[in-house]
Nanobody
Framework: QVQLVESGGGLVQAGGSLRLSCAAS????????VGWFRQALGKEREFVAL????????DYADSVKGRFTISRENAKSTVYLHLNSLRPEDTAVYYC????????????????WGQGTQVTVSS
């Protein structure tokens, strides 16, 4: 059974940085695409970033390009999301998701999800 556990969220001032972690178990980690999504209060969950199993391919939502960086350490079965130049509009619960097959960036394209970690950016 695939398990994903996010950590690293918190309260930060605008312009600050955080590093989120997603630790995985129950899967052959380097065969899974891993993505980050976020959901702000009252809004739908949206795609943020993804990284291929090998780490050689990644993609970002336009809203975070140049500010967020996704990376992975397959030896530790962990994916990271580095959040820089944070803005109040980045406030959301951040979720990691994984799937053995990349089908797209809609939430229904991903089979396994973590419980989420809260990121709050104050102005």
């Amino acid at each position: 059974q695939v398990q994903l556990v996010e950590s690293g969220g918190g309260l930060v001032q605008a312009g600050g940085s955080l590093r989120l972690s997603c630790a995985a178990s129950g899967l052959t980690f380097n065969r899974y695409v891993v993505g980050w999504f976020r959901q702000a209060l009252g809004k739908e969950r949206e795609f943020v970033a993804l990284i291929s199993g090998s780490g050689s391919y990644f993609d970002y939502a336009d809203s975070v390009k140049g500010r967020f960086t996704i990376s992975r350490e397959n030896a530790k079965s962990t994916v990271y999301l580095h959040l820089n130049s944070l803005r109040p509009e980045d406030t959301a619960v951040y979720y990691c998701a994984a799937d053995a097959t990349y089908r797209g960036v809609s939430t229904e394209d991903w089979g396994s999800w973590g419980q989420g970690t809260q990121v709050t950016v104050s102005s």
